[in-house]
T-cell receptor, first 113, second 112 residues
Framework: DSGVTQTPKHLITATGQRVTLRCSPR?????VYWYQQSLDQGLQFLIQ???????AKGNILERFSAQQFPDLHSELNLSSLELGDSALYFC????????????FGPGTRLTVL | DQQVKQNSPSLSVQEGRISILNCDYT??????FLWYKKYPAEGPTFLIS???IKDKNEDGRFTVFLNKSAKHLSLHIVPSQPGDSAVYFC???????????WGAGTKLIIKP
């Protein structure tokens, strides 16, 4: 158990809809990262937050947004969903230094029908 | 543009033998490399890392070798055990850049 929790575990929705994925970091970690893993692909970095502020941005679509709240939990919002958005979405947390070990949650499997 | 490449999608190794997983990178600015292991239906788990100032780092059965001139790193697992069957990801970061760049992963299968 990494100490990172993600909800929900599975999500099935229709094209055009909007969903919110939630992540709670390990106790003491200030940084949260979001990743997308499509079928048989590596992990694509989406975005990082550190203590409530956006710190780094990767290949995140404009239809996607995220935030980190004062209690350090984070939400990833995916809107106008398309079939291609079906993937595993992982959240990871770390202390927040460059290159430090990231601890991953179990992921949310999103299926867009 | 794949900056981190794991060219073998899968690898099959006999239990007790050595498993060698390879990773190549193109960005010479990368200075920190990590290996993660992933079981089905779970998130990746950190395994071992290496800084570019070193060429080898060892942790129990796991050793990572870094060849900067060849822009190549490898993960050695000795001896391989059934519980090592998983997908292994190589990842890299550069300086103060917090973003980890990931390879596509190699599925390791340990045969009894």
């Amino acid at each position: 158990d990494s100490g990172v929790t993600q909800t929900p575990k599975h999500l099935i929705t229709a094209t055009g809809q909007r969903v919110t994925l939630r992540c709670s970091p390990r106790s003491g970690d200030l940084s949260v990262y979001w990743y997308q893993q499509s079928l048989d692909q590596g992990l694509q970095f989406l975005i990082q937050y550190y203590n409530g502020e956006e710190r780094a941005k990767g290949n995140i679509l404009e239809r996607f947004s995220a935030q980190q709240f004062p209690d350090l939990h984070s939400e990833l919002n995916l809107s106008s969903l398309e079939l291609g958005d079906s993937a595993l979405y992982f959240c990871a947390s770390s202390v927040g230094s460059p290159g430090d070990t990231q601890y991953f949650g179990p992921g949310t499997r999103l299926t867009v029908l | 543009d794949q900056q981190v490449k794991q060219n073998s999608p899968s690898l099959s190794v006999q239990e007790g033998r050595i498993s060698i997983l390879n990773c190549d990178y193109t960005n010479s600015m990368f200075d920190y490399f990590l290996w993660y292991k992933k079981y089905p239906a779970e998130g990746p788990t950190f395994l071992i890392s290496i800084s570019s100032i070193k060429d080898k780092n060892e942790d129990g059965r796991f050793t990572v070798f870094l060849n900067k001139s060849a822009k190549h790193l490898s993960l050695h697992i000795v001896p391989s055990q059934p519980g090592d069957s998983a997908v292994y990801f190589c990842a890299a970061s550069a300086g103060s850049n917090y973003q980890l760049i990931w390879g596509a992963g190699t599925k390791l299968i340990i045969k009894p």
